[in-house]
Structure formats: structure tokens, C-alpha cells
């Protein structure tokens, strides 16, 4: 069964920087596409990035320039490097895994397992 931990939320303030973990297991890495997503108190669960294998990651509007997505396919993780947040960032972080032949990828229900989440505080 697969399993998805994700790791290394906080506090920051605004303009900072903050890299977050997601560590796969139970499962082959590489036969998944990896995603983060977030949800803010009273939202719904948002599409933030998501890992291809073989491309440099797709990133929704509102992160693109400032949100890294990186996997490493040895070590079964998934980061995401955080830079220039904003306090509108601060949600529950997601990672998820899904199928490589999923097409909707920012819609949540095309993803098959998730992480518990981590906290991401931005602080104005």
C-alpha cells in the first residue's frame, strides 16, 4: 500500500522561504505522478504543483516563479521549495499521488493516495 509522509512546515514570515518532504513508500516511485496540493481554513482543497516524470513541473498560477516542485527518484521523495510567500499561502499542504495517464491533474479526486499534510504558517 502506498504511503505518502509528508514534512518541514512552519512559521515564516512573509518573504521568506520554506522547503517542504513528501516521502513515498510502498510502491514503485517512478509508476506515480506526485502533486502538492493545499487548503486553507474554509477553502477547498487547491492545486498547487505537480511531478512528471521527465519535465520540470506544472505549477498553478498563483506559485508559478516563486514555487519550486523537485523529485528524486532514488531517495522516493518529492520537494517543494517555497520562496517569496505571501501570508495567502498558508493552507494544509498535500502531497498526492497519482497515475501518469490521469488527465486532470489539478482536479483532487484524480489521485489515488494522500499524505496526512503539513502546516505552512505565513505570517504578514
Known amino acids: 500500500q502506498v504511503e505518502l509522509v509528508e514534512s518541514g512546515g512552519g512559521l515564516v514570515q512573509a518573504g521568506g522561504s520554506l522547503r517542504i518532504l513528501c516521502a513515498f513508500s510502498g510502491g514503485t516511485f517512478n509508476r506515480y505522478f506526485i502533486s502538492w496540493f493545499r487548503q486553507a481554513p474554509g477553502k477547498e482543497r487547491e492545486f498547487v504543483a505537480i511531478?512528471?516524470?521527465?519535465?520540470?513541473?506544472f505549477y498553478a498560477d498563483s506559485v508559478k516563479g516563486r514555487f519550486t516542485i523537485s523529485r528524486d527518484n532514488f531517495q522516493n521523495t518529492v520537494h517543494l521549495q517555497m520562496n517569496s510567500l505571501k501570508p495567502e499561502d498558508t493552507a494544509v499542504y498535500y502531497c498526492?499521488?497519482?497515475?501518469?495517464?490521469?488527465?486532470?491533474?489539478?482536479?483532487?479526486?484524480?489521485?489515488?493516495?494522500w499524505g496526512q499534510g503539513t502546516q505552512v504558517t505565513v505570517s504578514a
Open positions: 498526492a499521488a497519482g497515475p501518469p495517464y490521469m488527465r486532470a491533474y489539478e482536479d483532487p479526486h484524480s489521485y489515488d493516495f
Open positions: 511531478s512528471r516524470s521527465g519535465d520540470n513541473g
